[in-house]
């Protein structure tokens, strides 16, 4: 029987390579994003044996989130996972001198737009009485490092939500599964370092980064699991990453 996944944030790095890989395991795909030319673009890497759906909205766009899900064909709500990928980190400043948009931008998307998509979704896994979601954190889910603080403390309520769905949803049959990477080489410093791409190159310098398809890697076997086995917290670094704020570069 078919599957289907849901990924948000699919337009790049690992949303992207989490729908190429869920689809290589068989599990139709809906993709949602910003950029519609690259949802489009997705369907030519994805497997050529499964349906594919995408979807154009920001996920800190509440009512776009919920037209979006309201206008979607009933063969499509019976999503069995849920990835909430989609997330932003917005500059390196002290607190004390940050930009209240940047904090905005990450609190809405980080946060918000992960509680907008899987409230439409968790009440239909709730009525089935089985799904698995699945939201990407980070490294500054478990700690704080200089001039991370919102950014931090927005991960930091990713990985709350988590624990929280954790405890609402395990008795409807519904897994939930915090994945938590460190440095992963992909658009990320480059949104961060708002298009300096001199800047977002030095984040990688001299050491070895995990890879989008390394979080898919996880993903995907997280995803494909027996019914009786629930992979809850995970947190990966690349090999010369000791913590969020520790590489060895060489």
């Not at 044996?49 to 920001?58: A, E, L, N, T």
């Not at 002290?94 to 931008?105: L, P, T, Y």
Request: charged residues 25%.
């Amino acid at each position: 029987m078919k599957k289907i996944a849901l990924i948000t944030g699919a337009t790049s790095g690992i949303g992207r390579a989490c729908a190429i890989s869920l689809s290589q395991e068989g599990y139709d795909i809906i993709a949602t994003g910003r950029r519609e030319s690259r949802l489009r673009e997705l369907k030519q890497e994805l497997a050529v044996d499964i349906d594919y759906h995408y979807m154009v909205f920001d996920v800190s766009d509440r009512k776009a989130v919920e037209d979006a899900f309201q206008s979607l064909d009933a063969s499509w709500k019976e999503i069995d996972v849920l990835i909430n990928n989609a997330g932003n980190a917005h500059g390196l400043d002290s607190i004390d001198e940050g930009n209240v948009d940047d904090w905005d931008a990450m609190m809405d998307i980080n946060v918000k737009g992960l509680l907008y998509v899987s409230r439409q979704i968790m009440p239909l896994m709730r009525t089935r009485k089985s799904g698995h979601i699945i939201n990407i954190g980070s490294i500054a889910a478990k700690e704080v490092y200089p001039n991370g603080n919102v950014y931090c403390a927005s991960k930091h309520a990713v990985d709350a939500i988590t624990k929280g769905m954790r405890l609402d949803l395990t008795k409807h049959g519904i897994k939930v599964t915090g994945i938590h990477p460190g440095l992963v080489e992909t658009e990320f410093s480059l949104v961060r370092f708002k298009g300096d791409e001199d800047e977002a190159k030095k984040v990688y310098d001299g050491f070895v980064p995990l890879k989008a398809e390394d979080i898919a890697d996880i993903v995907t076997f997280a995803v494909t699991r027996p019914k009786h086995v629930v992979m809850t917290d995970i947190t990966v670094l690349a090999g010369d990453q000791a913590n969020s704020n520790t590489v060895y570069r060489k």
